[in-house]
């Protein structure tokens, strides 16, 4: 119908605009500088913080996944959206290693509440308007966009980070 097919024009460009702000990692091209530099971590402890927060995205993976069937899309992207501006809060205004690992926690919090989503939503908008059939060209061009604007955050965030590596993270969390 005409209006399933505006609804999901609408639906996707609104997705689009909050993949780009999720994805706008200013603080992407310093994190380790950060850590290390600021934070005088070294690098075993930041692989070990990496390694729990890949492990920690397996663990919850499922049971986000089953809430955003269960509850909807709309709550899913709310709790990946607020663990996300408290990880990089906390990341942010780190003081050590367990301020990090916090910050890891939400982090992968946030993303698991993502993954999984996000593609069933712009599926369903799409299904909603009968042109499902375009799902991969239109997931392509969203994950293609998404990724030139994290390209331009990376230019941005390298920028700010010359006036300290705090910066780039604390205003990511604005967006």
Do not use: K
Not at 111 to 135: I, K, M, P, Q
């Amino acid at each position: 119908t005409e209006f399933g097919t505006l609804e999901a024009q609408r639906n996707i460009r609104w997705y689009l605009v909050f993949r780009i702000t999720y994805e706008f990692g200013l603080w992407f091209p310093i994190w380790i500088l950060f850590l290390t530099s600021e934070l005088g971590l070294t690098f075993t402890e930041i692989m070990v913080l990496e390694a729990a927060f890949q492990a920690l995205i397996v663990v919850f993976e499922v049971p986000m996944g089953i809430f955003a069937d269960r509850y909807g899309r709309r709550p899913a992207f709310m709790i990946s959206v607020l663990s996300m501006a408290v990880s990089l809060t906390l990341f942010g205004l780190a003081m050590g290693f367990w301020w990090i690992f916090a910050s890891f926690v939400v982090w992968a919090l946030a993303l698991s509440s993502l993954n999984g989503t996000d593609g069933a939503f712009v599926y369903e908008s799409l299904l909603g308007a009968g042109r499902e059939h375009e799902f991969s060209r239109v997931l392509g061009r969203l994950t293609t966009a998404t990724m030139a604007g994290t390209v331009v955050a990376m230019g941005i965030g390298g920028w700010l980070a010359t006036f300290g590596y705090r910066l780039p993270v604390l205003i990511h969390v604005g967006l």
